[in-house]
């Protein structure tokens, strides 16, 4: 430990005028991640469902709520929830492993796989947080590109695995915040050609056409080295509750426990999240609102001066092509609708993203874009 710095006379300064230490250096150079939380009356910027759970799911968890002993830590293993959770994919319970939103699951297997000397691939423009948690836990990050259209190039995600070696590959899809899912075909064949790990983020998976769950469920070889990744922040209506999860190799389960701290699932969320699991089909009815508000969305901006790409999530990205994108943010909010300017994002200059809400909601966000690029 450095020597306290004395004062002329020899007195150790008072506590009081002793500094703060310096954080971290490698820290300096980080941003947070956030998005702006102003009070507005049309919220289409954090890709939230725009329904809350369904009511017999709240009077469940109220009574549910009475059997806790909140006087006693919760079950470490979360046991129950992790076999609701498996039960739901039809894995077993040793294949789940979850944590507090899936960015702490996200955080987990880069605490557990990544850290010093180690390197996390992704591939860019993509869920910026991917980048953001490797550099926190102090893992290297190799960057790729995708191509124009914001797909994954094969030939690309070569060059980039063999010149770094990851231990973690990274791949989002659908892909926040560009839209498209990758076809499973295409996960397979990163995943034959990685080095490590190959963490398939589906934070919007219930909106894709495919899903990595299945190789995982398959068991073929090299499917041990596939972790997909979960959330209820989405589709389930329940981002306040913070819940996320990994369905991976038990190997992989017990390297993410190894980093949990004990007890970090409180027993409320485990309650909620086992109960929200009985719930599928007013889930996948919320699913096909949105899916359907997203074609309408879709159609509307195809005959406004904006680029747009398809999207297989509950947001869309789009690019004003006559007006910067900061103008026209700031024109939206002036609406009160609050959408996401990504166009400080790398590979994202000049777009915006917005969430599909409820009708109601889209019309107002589309009456102000119409208005603001008139
Ligand atoms: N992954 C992706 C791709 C996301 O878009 C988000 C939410 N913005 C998350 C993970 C994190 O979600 P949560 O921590 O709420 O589960």
Same mark, same amino acid.
């Given at each position: 430990m450095a020597p306290v710095a004395r004062e002329p006379g020899g007195r150790p300064p !008072?506590?009081?005028?002793?500094p703060v230490p310096p954080v971290r250096p490698d820290l300096k150079a980080l941003t947070g991640y956030h998005s702006a939380q102003v009070e507005v009356e049309v919220r289409l910027n954090t890709n939230e469902s725009p329904l809350p759970p369904p009511p017999e799911w709240f009077e469940a968890f109220r009574s549910g709520l009475g059997s806790i002993d909140f006087n006693r830590y919760p079950d470490r293993d979360a046991w129950e929830l992790r076999r609701a959770v498996a039960d739901s994919h039809g894995v077993?319970?040793?294949?789940i492993f979850c944590a507090n939103g899936s960015n702490e699951v996200l955080q987990s297997l880069l605490l557990a796989y990544g850290g010093p000397q180690r390197t996390a691939a992704l591939f860019e423009p993509t869920y910026t947080l991917h980048r953001h948690i490797a550099r926190i836990t102090g893992t290297q990050v190799a960057a790729g590109h995708r191509t124009d259209e914001f797909l994954l190039d094969l030939d690309e995600v070569k060059r980039v695995l063999e010149a770094h070696d990851p231990v973690i590959t990274f791949l989002c899809s659908p892909n926040n915040p560009t839209g498209r899912a990758d076809p499973i075909e295409l996960v397979e064949a990163v995943l034959a050609m990685a080095p490590g790990l190959v963490v398939v983020d589906e934070a919007y998976g219930q909106f894709a056409p495919s899903s990595a769950v299945d190789t995982v469920r398959g068991g073929a070889a090299g499917s041990e080295r596939l972790a997909v990744v979960r959330t209820f922040s989405k589709t389930w209506s329940m !981002?306040?509750?913070?819940l996320g999860y990994l369905i991976a190799a038990p190997e992989v389960v017990e390297a993410c426990e190894m980093v949990a701290l004990p007890y970090h699932l409180d027993a409320a969320k485990q309650l909620a999240g086992r109960l929200a699991v009985d719930f599928v089909p007013e889930m996948e009815a919320r699913v096909a609102m949105v899916i359907e508000e997203r074609g309408r969305i879709a159609a509307a901006l195809a005959a406004l001066p904006v680029d747009t790409w398809p999207s297989d999530a509950n947001f869309i990205l789009f690019r004003p092509t006559g007006s910067e994108a900061a103008a026209v943010w700031a024109d939206l909010l002036e609406a009160s609708v609050l959408v996401r300017d990504c166009s400080q994002w790398p590979g994202l200059a000049g777009c915006l993203r917005v969430t599909v809400g409820l009708p109601h909601e889209n019309d107002r966000f589309l009456a102000a874009l119409t208005e603001s690029l008139r």
């Open positions: !008072a506590p009081s005028v002793r077993r319970t040793e294949q !981002a306040g509750m913070r």
